[in-house]
């Protein structure tokens, strides 16, 4: 007799099942490097294929992926692919602002051996005292078998080693606290003695190289809590890098989910490409040979163009047609602060995704773009919220500006609520992350008119 049918995946287990999904993500990915490993692993364990930037790429249609440091690109060419498809992007950003660690980091002061750190983005500096913190990163290690002399290694090392004390209010001036200077009082402690531990000789044994095989490195700071459900109806996320990390794991299921859907040949439109892009450095400029302002995204989708037989012609006419949504963490009203938000464009923890729009330019959305998303929320069956700054405030920005007027293509700027944003430790709501992912699997599935 045939085996019976798997019960359908109910409305609570699906929510569910994102939101410890995310969890799990946050927790295996400490740096971008890690963000970038951990999409290529689950897309590859999926049917995609791992590329290398500097070898020929297939002429076949297909599920490719390729990563460049911190970055990732990928997608899934239909068979039926013509060299102008138009392409459906999802884009978002893999760093956080975080503490880093100097070139020099070896310091001691008053009976304390201490690592030098700086902070890298807008971070918010209180929310990083008093948390034991690990290391990850990357590191260049010499290898004269290797292309270039020598290999990347990553690092992850979630073990309690540095910690960032905060003063004691009976020594902060008028009992109000320290104005924290981000040269004097980030450097975090990791051990007792007069003289410095050498923080080079630390790395090496934990990678077991030879100190002067240590060549360089690129290596930060992460809370070791892990990120939880929690809340008196378990409705909410408590993690650090929510910002952006939010968007890298709804982003890398929508794929999965588009990809599936050109492989079923379910109703949804196959005359676009669906394609995930991750960049590195947008808290800090992207200005960075993998950030947004890079030739990444460009040059990938050039190279799909050629891929299916066509030139710079068809390159053009494919970007002209093109869409990409710039997934960013929006901003919920904050229930203590109220009046720091557009009175009339408040926003709701699990609400569904937000749509955000700035005037001025700081996000890229425009009518077009919007249209393109609210049916894609309609086809998904999820609520839209639309965001608006208050004008008396400065705006932040997202990679939405920099790929749109770097590659020319019609873009729009969404992403998911959550409180705390920037801070060591943020918060969304539950729902929101099956919400996201939906209408983002959705924008990469378009139905047919």
Request: glycine share 10%; charged share 20%; with cysteine.
């Amino acid at each position: 007799m045939p085996a019976n049918p798997a019960p359908p995946v109910t409305y609570e287990q699906h929510h569910h099942a994102h939101a410890q999904g995310l969890c799990a993500f946050v927790d295996a990915s400490p740096s971008p490097f890690h963000v970038a490993a951990r999409v290529a692993r689950e897309l590859t364990a999926a049917g995609f294929r791992l590329l290398d930037e500097r070898a020929a790429w297939p002429r076949e249609p297909g599920r490719y992926v390729v990563t460049r440091g911190g970055s990732v690109v990928a997608w899934s060419t239909p068979v039926s692919r013509t060299p102008s498809m138009p392409f459906r992007i999802v884009a978002g950003h893999t760093d956080s602002p975080n503490l880093r660690v100097k070139q020099h980091p070896d310091l001691s002061r008053a009976g304390w051996q201490i690592v030098g750190l700086e902070a890298y983005g807008g971070a918010l500096l209180n929310s990083w005292l008093d948390r034991e913190l690990g290391l990850s990163g990357r590191v260049t290690v010499r290898d004269p078998t290797s292309d270039g002399g020598w290999r990347e290694e990553l690092v992850g090392i979630d073990e309690p080693l540095l910690r960032v004390p905060q003063l004691a209010i009976h020594l902060a001036e008028d009992r109000k606290g320290v104005q924290l200077d981000p040269q004097r009082h980030l450097d975090a402690v990791w051990g007792i003695g007069s003289a410095p531990h050498s923080f080079h000789e630390f790395v090496a044994q934990w990678l077991d190289a030879d100190p002067a095989d240590v060549l360089g490195w690129e290596l930060m700071t992460h809370d070791l809590a892990p990120s939880r459900v929690f809340g008196r109806a378990a409705d909410l996320i408590s993690a650090p890098r929510l910002d952006n990390q939010g968007t890298c794991y709804a982003g890398t299921q929508a794929l999965l989910a588009a990809a599936q859907a050109q492989e079923s040949g379910a109703e949804e439109d196959t005359s676009v490409v669906p394609v995930l892009v991750l960049f590195d450095h947008e808290e800090v400029g992207s200005m960075s040979e993998r950030g947004a302002f890079s030739d990444l995204l460009a040059g990938v989708l050039e190279r799909v163009v050629v891929c299916a037989g066509g030139g710079r012609e068809d390159f053009r006419r494919a970007v002209a047609g093109s869409i990409c949504v710039s997934g960013d963490m929006a901003h919920a009203t904050h229930p203590h602060h109220p009046e720091r938000h557009e009175p009339s464009h408040r926003i709701q923890v699990g609400g569904g995704p937000v749509l955000k729009v700035h005037q001025n330019l700081r996000y890229a959305t425009n009518a077009v773009g919007t249209a393109a998303f609210v049916l894609a929320c309609d086809q998904a069956g999820v609520p839209l919220q639309r965001y608006m700054h208050r004008a008396d405030l400065a705006c932040g920005s997202t990679i939405g500006p920099i790929t749109s007027s770097r590659v020319g293509i019609q873009t729009v700027d969404v992403g998911a609520p959550q409180l705390a944003m920037h801070s060591a430790r943020e918060m969304m709501g539950a729902v929101d992350v099956a919400l996201y992912t939906d209408a983002l699997a959705a924008f990469l599935t378009p139905l047919r008119p």
